[in-house]
């Protein structure tokens, strides 16, 4: 059974910073491209960032670039969302996916899914 846990979620004033982590099991981890989404309410679910299976390759929604960094630890089977200069509007439940797929910018691209972290940020 696919497994992908998120956790690091929390409360912070507007300019913190938090550490997402997304344990994944029950899949070859290795063989997997990874990526954040993110959903506020009434809100479509939408691309943060994602990462190929070596790590090699950085993909980033315009609204993000500069302040998340996305990473992974294949041995540990983990992918993690370092966000910084956080601001009130990336309030929203972030989701961790897995795909095989090269396909990575959009919900229907991605195979697997997390029950999501909530992230809220106060200004």
């Known amino acids: 059974q696919v497994q992908l846990v998120e956790s690091g979620g929390g409360l912070v004033q507007a300019g913190g910073s938090l550490r997402l982590s997304c344990a994944a099991s029950?899949?070859?981890?290795?063989?997997?491209?990874m990526g954040w989404f993110r959903q506020a309410p009434g809100k479509e679910r939408e691309f943060v960032s994602a990462?190929?299976?070596?790590?090699?390759?950085?993909y980033y929604t315009d609204s993000v670039k500069g302040r998340f960094t996305i990473s992974r630890d294949n041995a540990k089977s983990a992918v993690y969302l370092q966000m910084n200069s956080l601001k009130p509007e990336d309030t929203a439940v972030y989701y961790c996916?897995?795909?095989?797929?090269?396909?990575?910018?959009?919900?229907?691209?991605?195979?697997?899914w997390g029950q999501g972290t909530q992230v809220t940020v106060s200004s």
């Open positions: 996916a897995a795909t095989e797929s090269r396909l990575l910018l959009h919900t229907d691209d991605y195979d697997y």
């Open positions: 029950g899949l070859t981890f290795s063989n997997y491209n």
């Open positions: 990462i190929s299976k070596s790590g090699t390759d950085l």
